[in-house]
């Protein structure tokens, strides 16, 4: 894990960029490039530490779209952004978008499937050396809400991103180069990403720096537009349990929490 991430005592802020026109929080507002430039500035101005630029909706019951679709709303952003002094990371499930990510200047793979999307995913990230965030899902974002059944939430959760982790280095990823993300809102019922963020340490005995992302989910509740005082609750909540990565859509209000956390913790 880059030291910039881990040694200031505090969680890094991960700025969410989606370039989608129907992402649940801000659907359209960056798909141009220059509103997408705009707000990656704003994002670092506000004190971003990674930003995450996406161009598929992974939203509940989101459609796939087409590669060249979302290579071309990514890769040209990227390339102008990649050069602004903090990490740029691609979220997507497939290869071939990952691929134009990192040659525009992505250095990291944030992967909604934990590479289970696209075979190929795996092999790219070990050949590239580069990082990669195994995130936990079941199904595809269309299908994921009829797959909350669990025994122990936490317990399969950690079981399956085990599996993850065993199919990256079998594909010769570095283990140095996974980070997990439990999937808050994946394949996960309200009261079990609940029960997940309460129980994140024992994710974190796992050994791997974690993300995670409650920004404005609907575990949260209430519309979107009102789940501004809850994601902060969540991210402080993570900041003290020291989460590695929030990745969130507020990021300068998360920032001044984290911080905050971080003044305490170490005062």
Not at 199 to 209: A, Q
């Amino acid at each position: 894990m880059d030291p910039t991430f881990t040694a200031r005592g505090r969680s890094a802020v991960m700025g969410i960029l989606n370039l989608t026109p129907d992402s649940f929080w801000d659907g359209g507002r960056h798909a141009e490039l220059e509103a997408a430039i705009a707000r990656a500035h704003q994002m670092i101005d506000e004190g971003a530490d990674l930003i995450d630029v996406g161009g598929e909706s992974t939203r509940p019951g989101a459609d796939e779209i087409d590669t060249d679709e979302e290579i071309a709303r990514t890769a040209p952003v990227i390339e102008r952004i990649a050069s602004l002094g903090v990490p740029v990371s691609i979220d997507t499930r497939k290869a071939t978008v990952a691929k134009a990510a990192l040659d525009a200047g992505a250095s990291l793979v944030n992967d909604v499937s934990g590479g289970t999307f696209d075979p190929a995913m795996l092999p790219l990230v070990a050949d590239r050396r580069v990082r990669i965030v195994l995130m936990h899902m079941r199904g595809t974002p269309k299908t994921m809400d009829a797959q909350t059944r669990y025994g122990d939430v936490m317990d399969d959760v950690r079981a399956e991103l085990a599996e993850r982790v065993r199919d990256a280095k079998h594909a010769g990823v570095d283990e140095s180069c996974v980070l997990l993300d439990p999937g808050i809102g994946f394949a996960k019922t309200n009261d079990q990403s609940v029960e997940l963020v309460r129980r994140i340490d024992e994710l974190r005995s796992d050994g791997f720096p974690l993300v995670v992302g409650p920004s404005r989910k609907r575990f949260i509740g209430g519309e979107a537009s009102d789940r501004l005082e809850g994601t902060l609750a969540v991210c402080a909540w993570l900041a003290v349990h020291r989460v590695d990565i929030v990745r969130v859509h507020d990021v300068a209000e998360v920032r001044r929490v984290v911080d905050m956390i971080g003044r305490i913790g170490t005062a």
